[in-house]
């Protein structure tokens, strides 16, 4: 792909202007803020710090940032030792419990000193040198962030019904970032590095989203001249959730954030996730109609029909009855994301965003640190 001249949102000067950064340029001489939010983490946590951190290049270069939405699973005791053991590593408390405020309350704290914001999540798994590489990809694809694909792995046979479907077109529709392998320019990705500029000039994370707080993001960074570079060949390695209830409860606060998305940034909202709140309002009605007209029950039947065919040729392939739960976990799915969406237009008004309303992330004065 043939690098392109890249324009950086400063939204706080009033214009824009050409990248900064060199393609020939090492990676470390920029300073990587790494921000990992977490929530009883515990299990997790000492693992995916110590990938974060291996091959971290020079000391200072790097500054990991644990910030703990309360934990009560020993998770705080666990950063606490983190901290004292490594010079590079800072605990904050997030008492909001919010992802979105989790990283701007790092940024606000520490962001003085770094050239680069870098967002990872403690329920993952890291590749060799990720910060490093994702360093190299800002540099040499002159983009304003950079995106990596999340591919699920689990390991109890739920977890990996799950894991099948959040890897597959069935659950995710086809997203570029989920299990793809085509690297470029994209409209939306996992989360993973920033220029700290950009970041701020956009206004951080919206805080008063719950999920869905990086498309959104992206949504503005994009409307403000940045671009986002998915690079298929860092890949992050997630956990999924493990238990039917777990699963529809994620969903269904996907679905509601992504309805917010949606109304404030209209032109972001693709044909499927139009499809699920469109078939899970048909099916309904169906439901309700099949008293009077029975064929209306078609609709819904299909749709099981087609799952059920999914689920089997999964299971023939696998050589695993396990492998039937993809049914269930693809219905889980898609109906809590629709029911999610459906109850956020509903409980919550939302207003079209506008670039004139842009007002950069302020850091606190003081709170800095030499890197």
């Not at 950064?21 to 470390?28: G, I, R």
């Not at 790092?106 to 590749?127: K, M, T």
């Not at 998305?261 to 309700?288: C, D, E, K, N, Y």
């Amino acid at each position: 792909m043939t690098t392109e001249t890249a324009t950086t949102v400063a939204c706080e000067r009033g214009t824009t202007g050409a990248a900064t950064s060199n393609a020939a340029q090492p990676a470390w001489p920029w300073r990587a803020l790494i921000v990992m939010p977490t929530l009883n983490e515990a299990a997790h946590l000492e693992a995916a710090v110590s990938d974060l951190l291996r091959g971290a290049a020079e000391p200072g270069a790097v500054r990991l940032v644990i910030v703990d939405g309360g934990s009560t699973d020993g998770t705080l005791a666990l950063a606490e030792r983190l901290a004292r053991e490594h010079a590079s590593v800072r605990l904050l408390h997030n008492p909001a419990r919010i992802q979105s405020v989790a990283v701007n309350l790092a940024v606000r704290g520490f962001g003085h000193d770094f050239d680069v914001l870098i967002r990872c999540d403690a329920h993952a798994l890291y590749p060799p040198a990720f910060c490093a590489r994702l360093l190299e990809t800002l540099a040499y694809r002159q983009a304003d962030s950079v995106v990596v694909p999340l591919d699920s792995v689990g390991h109890g046979a739920l977890q990996r019904a799950v894991a099948r479907v959040s890897n597959s077109p069935v659950g995710t529709g086809g997203a570029a970032h989920r299990a793809g392998h085509t690297s470029g320019f994209v409209d939306h990705g996992h989360h993973a590095a920033f220029r700290m500029d950009t970041f701020r000039n956009c206004g951080g994370y919206d805080e008063t989203f719950t999920h869905n707080e990086d498309a959104e993001f992206d949504c503005r960074q994009r409307a403000l001249g940045g671009r986002v570079f998915l690079d298929s060949a860092i890949r992050v390695t997630y956990h999924p959730r493990a238990s039917f209830g777990g699963l529809w409860r994620q969903y269904f606060c996907y679905g509601a954030g992504r309805s917010r998305t949606a109304r404030r940034h209209p032109g972001s909202l693709r044909v499927r996730q139009i499809a699920l709140p469109v078939h899970l309002g048909v099916s309904v009605i169906a439901f309700a109609g099949s008293p009077w007209c029975p064929a209306l029950l078609l609709w819904p039947a299909a749709y099981l029909g087609l799952l059920t065919l999914v689920a089997l040729s999964w299971a023939v392939r696998q050589g695993s009855l396990a492998a039937l739960l993809t049914g269930p976990v693809a219905l889980v799915m898609h109906s809590a994301w629709a029911s999610g969406f459906l109850a956020g237009l509903i409980q919550r008004r939302e207003g079209v965003w506008r670039p004139n309303m842009t007002v950069p992330l302020r850091l606190a004065e003081g709170l800095g640190e030499p890197a």
